[in-house]
């Protein structure tokens, strides 16, 4: 039994009430009521305070002509926004979500020059305003993605590459007096994967890139460590004694198998620099050096992943990686080289954008004071197995 003021019993009741019925909306109070375990006149009280401050919305009449009528209850997406914004080197991304999770907005990567960060976020942030239109709460939230290790909404740990972040949450919250939340993209991006896509209680998602991040829901939440760190398995030792990296360690991951190392592999051999679009046209064209790197790729994952099993075990590992999102051939084979565990490597649905929609998650979760976010149905699609 649940102790506490009269206040704290309301609001878990109102977080109850809210999560009911994003999950199964449309759904009729007394419906809320058997979901939930609460009085039909608690949840009466509850939804007619919900409709009056513009969070949820009564939809057309359901149910048979004999007898009352009952109106089912659905939040109204429109009461308000997420935005979620990604810095990455020399660019700045955003979306905006409704409050049921789906994407109504969007730009293209906006380039900032060192000193504009803040103006360049403001400029999108405005835009994206203008775009969305009248609303009663308006932008609720922003989350930002950053690539950093993240403790308490802080950056404790900045980019490998120099982002001038510093007091630019404070900034935004004095511009436009919202919350704004700090999040590692690997973290935010595996919280968008599960919520859009897996819907496991224990998932880890490896996104590669120039480094290897990797985020982890372990029985239902987002595992992070004590000092926001954890996972941090791109400078997870592979090769002990290995190539140097510029952490102090010798055989860091990072130099065996993100597609930085991989091209390089390719550039070494051919005497000049190579990049994606090269290898992918090489690799295609059965080039003997593309295929020997996507072998050596195949190993150095494949290594990491049994890892990342037999420290994690988790349920199911999503893969977003270019070598494995474009070529069927590599991502089969990475999968088959996991042997009896072959059976939970999926490619990412989402890919680049999952940190997007994780980062809605999380403003519309605060903004709701809701604990569990289920997307509309609507907005959800099962992950699709190779």
Do not use: W
């Not at 009461?79 to 990604?86: D, S």
């Not at 900032?112 to 308006?138: M, N, P």
């Amino acid at each position: 039994m649940i102790k506490g003021s009269k206040g704290l019993i309301r609001d878990l009741n109102t977080a109850a009430v809210i999560e009911t019925i994003i999950k199964y909306a449309p759904i009729s109070r007394i419906d809320i009521a058997k979901e939930t375990g609460l009085t039909k006149s608690t949840v009466s009280t509850i939804a007619q305070n919900l409709i009056d401050n513009g969070i949820v919305e009564e939809t057309e009449t359901a149910g048979k002509n004999i007898g009352r009528k009952s109106i089912p209850l659905m939040l109204k997406s429109e009461c308000g926004y997420a935005a979620a914004i990604e810095i990455c080197r020399g660019t700045v991304r955003l979306m905006a979500f409704n409050m049921c999770g789906q994407k109504i907005y969007a730009t293209k990567k906006l380039p900032y020059i060192d000193g504009a960060l803040f103006e360049t976020i403001k400029h999108a942030v405005d835009r994206c305003l203008l775009s969305l239109g009248q609303s009663d709460y308006g932008i609720t939230g922003i989350c930002l993605s950053v690539d950093g290790i993240v403790k308490n909404n802080r950056i404790i740990y900045p980019p490998s590459y120099e982002t001038p972040m510093r007091g630019l949450a404070d900034s935004l919250t004095e511009e436009y007096g919202l919350q704004v939340y700090i999040y590692n993209k690997a973290n935010l991006a595996v919280l968008g994967e599960n919520l859009y896509s897996i819907r496991t209680d224990n998932a880890a998602l490896i996104n590669v890139s120039n480094n290897i991040n990797m985020g982890l829901i372990s029985n239902g939440r987002l595992f992070t460590g004590i000092g926001g760190a954890a996972c941090s398995i791109g400078h997870m030792v592979i090769e002990a004694g290995g190539k140097p990296c510029p952490c102090g360690n010798r055989g860091c991951f990072n130099q065996y198998a993100s597609v930085c190392a991989i091209l390089d592999i390719v550039g070494e051999r051919k005497n000049h620099a190579v990049n994606f679009e090269s290898f992918c046209h090489l690799f295609n064209s059965n080039d003997k050096d593309a295929h020997l790197a996507a072998a050596y790729f195949i190993k150095y994952m494949s290594i990491g992943l049994k890892n990342v099993i037999n420290l994690y075990n988790p349920e199911i590992i999503v893969i977003n990686c270019p070598l494995t999102t474009y070529f069927d051939e590599i991502f089969l084979r990475l999968k088959n080289s996991l042997d009896a565990n072959k059976g939970i490597l999926y490619r990412a649905m989402l890919k680049d954008d999952a940190q997007f929609y994780g980062g809605a998650a999380v403003c519309i979760t605060n903004f709701l004071k809701i604990e569990n976010f289920t997307p509309a149905l609507c907005y959800f699609n099962r992950l699709k197995i190779l």
